[in-house]
């Protein structure tokens, strides 16, 4: 199960399947805090990343960011 938390300059991707221990998985630095602040901002997840949208206009959300744990992104090596 996933878990996304936003500080205002990154987004951190959290492992919650066990609620004693809850492993970040992934960071994501933002250069501009006002990026990810204010009201049409919507974040959606699924079981590989979650998903930072602009919903300024509902009929038209743009996906601002796609937030993947670190073991999704490379391979491992060897």
Not at 25 to 35: F, T
Request: proline share 9%.
């Amino acid at each position: 199960m996933l878990a996304a938390v936003t500080t205002g300059r990154a987004v951190h991707l959290l492992d919650t399947a066990d609620p004693r221990r809850r492993p970040a998985l992934a960071h994501h630095g933002v250069r501009r805090p006002r990026q990810f602040a204010g009201d049409d901002l919507l974040m959606t997840t699924n079981r590989t990343a979650v998903h930072l949208w602009d919903a300024a206009d509902a009929r038209t959300p743009v996906l601002r960011a796609v937030i993947r744990p670190a073991a999704a992104r490379s391979p491992a090596p060897g």
